[in-house]
């Protein structure tokens, strides 16, 4: 079940403002390397500007470069964002194990 949405926008306030939807989905934090953070909200761009004003000192300190969503109702968020976690593995949820902070990759 890979992450369906080929397209990235910087993790940016302008970034966020220009590109993310204030409706409901799956969105992901990433840089080149790996996924950082898959979260599931009823407002993603909301969401996204929590974590880059810095909710999460995890996610901080991974400073993610982009983000992109898939939009979804709010039945089917929570198994999606699940179903990723356990496909993707990223560094910041812990929902799939330890956080790898400490590993590279």
């Not at 966020?16 to 790996?34: K, W």
């Not at 950082?36 to 000192?57: A, F, K, M, W």
Request: proline content about 7%; aromatic content about 14%; overall charge neutral.
């Amino acid at each position: 079940m890979p992450w369906h949405n080929k397209e990235s926008y910087p993790f940016t306030r302008e970034g966020i403002e220009e590109n993310a939807p204030s409706g409901g989905g799956v969105y992901v934090l990433f840089d080149q390397q790996r996924f950082i953070y898959i979260g599931e909200s009823d407002n993603v761009r909301q969401s996204l500007v929590r974590h880059l004003e810095g909710d999460d000192t995890w996610i901080n300190a991974w400073a993610p470069p982009f983000f992109s969503y898939e939009l979804y109702p709010a039945s089917a968020r929570m198994a999606r964002q699940g179903a990723l976690i356990r496909e993707l593995k990223p560094a910041c949820n812990r929902t799939w194990g330890q956080r790898l902070f400490h590993q590279s990759g």
